[in-house]
């Protein structure tokens, strides 16, 4: 079981940055991969940015060159900068462990997933 916990939601004007943070703790974090998924107000959960043990990433097209995902390790932290933000990005940003053998790289859905944080509202006004 992996525990998680965001912070650092809030709101930022258009074309601003902001960075969450994603704090994890459980056994054998080397096994999942971790990811942001985001969910506004009527639409479903959907996967923003992921990120494997080894390093490898995928975006979401609505998010790449704008977002960059990142990991270390030593911390057990999980972070996504932000950039260039619009107000299509305002919604609930979830930090999300899916046991890599479940995970199905840019296609993966909330379904794979086995571990949620309780999620941090990033809202972006024009």
């Known amino acids: 079981q992996v525990q998680l916990v965001e912070s650092g939601g809030g709101p930022v004007q258009t074309g601003g940055s902001l960075r969450i943070s994603c704090s994890t703790s459980?056994?054998?974090?080397?096994?999942?991969?971790m990811g942001w998924f985001r969910q506004a107000p009527g639409n479903q959960r959907e996967q923003v940015a992921a990120i494997t043990s080894g390093g490898s990433t995928t975006y979401a097209d609505s998010v790449k060159g704008r977002f960059t995902i990142s990991r270390d390790a030593v911390k057990n932290m999980v972070y996504l900068q932000m950039n260039n933000l619009e107000p299509e990005d305002t919604a609930v940003y979830f930090c999300?462990?899916?046991?890599?053998?479940?995970?199905?790289?840019?296609?993966?859905?909330?379904?794979?997933?086995?571990?949620w944080g309780q999620g941090t509202q990033v809202t972006v006004s024009s």
């Open positions: 999300a462990a899916t046991h890599r053998i479940n995970w199905r790289g840019k296609n993966s859905s909330p379904s794979q997933v086995g571990s």
């Open positions: 459980g056994r054998a974090l080397s096994q999942y991969v």
